[in-house]
């Protein structure tokens, strides 16, 4: 009887949808938009978001069950391709906007008050960014002669 209890406990646990915000901590994001590819990269110890779409960016925020709030948002000023640059425009208005995320299987979907809803996808690596060196095995080999 307990044990049928626990089991019923721990697939209710498995179906809930509940959204645990230091999941997030040391996530990186990509998320292919018109004319460029848009990257979210949480940092693993602050409260804080950086990454790319023409411009770097980088700012902080919060995040509580499915609820998420991004404070504001620093960027660099570079020019680009028109269409990058109208699509880094919409992102940077969107950004203030969200307030809930969702995170399952691989993938990050911010929603904004309005519904709008733009959808990341997991990676282990940024594009430009150099591999880690977590895990990777060394191996040297002697030489003798």
């Known amino acids: 009887m307990i044990a049928a209890g626990i089991c019923a406990l721990t697939l209710a646990a498995c179906g809930d949808n509940a959204q645990y915000p230091e999941m997030l901590k040391g996530a990186k994001f990509v998320s292919a938009q018109p004319g ?78 309005d519904g709008k809803e733009i959808i990341f996808t997991q990676v282990d690596a940024l594009p430009g960014e150099a591999p880690t060196t977590e895990n990777v095995e060394v191996v040297t080999e002697t030489v003798t002669e």
């Open 36 to 113: 460029v590819d848009i990257t979210l990269a949480f940092d693993p110890v602050e409260m804080r978001v950086n990454g790319k779409v023409v411009n770097l960016y980088n700012g902080p925020y919060m995040a509580d069950g499915d609820k998420i709030n991004f404070g504001e948002i620093v960027t660099t000023m570079m020019m680009g391709e028109p269409e990058a640059m109208e699509t880094e425009q919409e992102y940077m208005q969107f950004i203030p906007t969200v307030e809930k995320y969702e995170l399952s299987d691989g993938k990050l979907t911010l929603i904004a008050t």
